[in-house]
């Protein structure tokens, strides 16, 4: 496994961002799959305050993370995915209805599943002081375990085990977030489906390495 590509001096992509960011893991965990080098800068909070005129010229969001490619700057971590897999031909199917799916489940991931643990998680794991409404945690879980049993009954009933075709970019976008969901303090539903694809996801050496017990 081509590890250590942080050290690239010569590595023409960079990624910025922390490595407690689950969007920026996916960057790494995709770039370690697909053997691109890579540098890596810490941007985001609290190391590093991203809403800084030199950052939000990168990405007027201020959210991490970024790619640069050269001259070329990115943000939206699943489209970033996408960029990577075309560079590197790997973990993007050629077939249009299989690569279909693949958009279909990052689109998912991104507009429906993380938006629903998002008061819960900066509650509960963040300890954010300002996301400590008893309801808002309670509705937050309700509607994450809601799209958590939708992932579950798709993977119940997958061929492969893995939410498209074969391993592919839309399973690490899931399958950090499926670490998210284990690594949660409070007593979650079981979801038989999901725990099986969590452990063929740690069963990946590049994906153990990102969804670490200490990195939710
Ligand atoms: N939809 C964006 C979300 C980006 C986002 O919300 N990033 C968070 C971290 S995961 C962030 O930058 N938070 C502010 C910070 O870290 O300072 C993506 O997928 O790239």
Redesign the pocket.
């Known amino acids: 496994l081509p590890l250590g590509v942080e050290k690239g001096l010569k590595a023409m992509l960079t990624i910025l961002g922390?490595e407690t960011?689950?969007?920026?893991r996916k960057l790494l965990w995709a770039a370690d799959e697909m053997g691109l080098a890579y540098q890596r800068e810490d941007w985001?909070?609290p190391l590093r305050d991203?809403s800084v005129p030199e950052f939000l010229a990168l990405n007027p969001n201020g959210?991490?993370?970024v790619l640069r490619d050269g001259d070329f700057v990115l943000?939206?971590?699943?489209a970033i995915l996408v960029y990577l897999a075309e560079l590197s031909g790997r973990l993007l199917p050629k077939d249009t209805k299989a690569r279909a799916l693949v958009h279909q489940w990052l689109s998912w991931q991104?507009s429906e599943l993380n938006p629903a643990w998002g008061y819960a998680v900066m509650g509960k794991i963040r300890h954010r002081p300002d996301f400590q409404d008893e309801v808002l945690i309670a509705q937050s879980i309700a509607r994450w375990t809601t799209q958590m049993q939708l992932l579950d009954t798709h993977l119940a009933q997958s061929a492969t085990g893995f939410v498209a075709e074969d391993f592919s970019i839309a399973d690490i976008a899931l399958g950090l977030s499926v670490h998210r969901w284990m690594c949660f303090p409070d007593a979650l539903p079981t979801l038989a489906a999901v725990d099986a694809y969590y452990q063929r996801l740690l069963a990946r050496p590049a994906g153990a390495i990102r969804m670490g017990r200490d990195n939710p």
């Open positions: 922390r960011s689950l969007n920026a985001g909070l991203p959210t991490v993370p943000w939206e971590s699943n991104v």
